[in-house]
């Protein structure tokens, strides 16, 4: 596979997947946090699409055109790309940080492992999928510390369950059509580009004008930034998917949770609680088995 513009530098390709995947699960759990103090969210959410969509631009026209074998792949991951946007921004307006996104972080790793086994024929060592159920049971603590919940929570916890599940989904597409691509750069490119303007269309399409009025103060800077954290992190995991195990780099991703756990405390305010705290060890506990166990 050529090198590209998102290829890191240095020879051990295989050493830097973890360093790559550990450090876009803190960009993830970063936008996410500054989408979700954005108060209109979906005001957010354009923002953070535009932003983004600009970027892929200038990636588009300094990487080559991915091959012809992965577009069927690119086009479906931007459905469900779009798709878990949209859940994951009815999930922020129903429900607390904290709790929403563990459940759509939390979901994926375990359908990902079963997906890459079922549908791909990749084999997970027995140390590997140790490592992805110690981490899913990490993650789902987090997401019920606060107990069981009610009727009324279901809408938000439907749309943050939703969300994993188009995560695991466009996971799973987006790791075998990088490896069609013949370029990580243009893959995620044309990734972006394409679902970008989606989310924009459908504010402006609900609000008109009046989305305008949302793009003050700082919420414009915020929605900026999170578009290029957003762009980064997914590039770094694409960028893993195409040299490393899916189930492996969708498990160690899914420590952004940790990283959330931390924001949702100190900047909105919510309770950690000694079983968020002993879920975030168990996260951890899940890393260093994976590690353990990769060949």
């Not at 240095?10 to 996410?32: D, T």
């Not at 459905?79 to 921004?89: A, D, E, F, H, I």
């Not at 414009?220 to 998917?241: C, D, K, R």
Request: hydrophobic share 55%; proline share 4%; with cysteine.
């Amino acid at each position: 596979m050529p090198e590209t513009a998102l290829a890191l530098p240095g020879g051990g390709a295989a050493a830097s997947v973890p360093v790559a995947v550990l450090a876009a699960a803190v960009l993830h759990a970063v936008w996410n946090g500054l989408a979700h103090r954005i108060q209109d969210k979906l005001v957010g959410f354009a923002l953070i699409n535009l932003a983004y969509t600009a970027c892929a631009v200038v990636l588009v026209a300094l990487n080559p055109l991915p091959a012809a074998e992965s577009w069927p792949f690119l086009l479906a991951s931007v459905t469900m790309q779009v798709t878990s946007q949209v859940l994951l921004l009815r999930a922020y307006q129903l429900g607390d940080f904290g709790q929403m996104y563990p459940i759509a972080r939390g979901s994926a790793p375990l359908l990902v492992a079963l997906l890459s086994v079922t549908v791909l024929g990749q084999g997970l060592g027995g140390g590997e999928l140790l490592g992805v159920l110690v981490i899913s049971c990490g993650l789902i603590g987090l997401a019920f510390a606060k107990g069981i919940p009610g009727r009324a929570q279901l809408p938000a916890l439907g749309a943050a369950a939703g969300t994993g599940v188009m995560i695991a989904a466009y996971t799973v597409s987006d790791g075998s059509g990088v490896r069609h691509a013949g370029t990580v750069g243009g893959y995620v490119a044309w990734l972006f580009l394409l679902q970008g303007p989606v989310l924009a269309l459908i504010a402006w399409m609900r609000r008109g004008r009046s989305l305008l009025a949302g793009c003050r103060g700082s919420v414009v800077p915020f929605g900026i930034v999170g578009g290029v954290l957003s762009l980064t992190a997914y590039g770094l995991v694409v960028w893993a998917q195409s040299r490393g195990n899916l189930a492996t780099i969708a498990a160690l991703r899914e420590t952004s949770i940790v990283i959330a756990a931390v924001i949702a405390t100190v900047v909105f305010r919510e309770r950690l609680g000694r079983l968020r705290m002993t879920a975030s060890v168990t996260v951890l506990a899940g890393i260093v088995v994976l590690e353990l166990a990769r060949p």
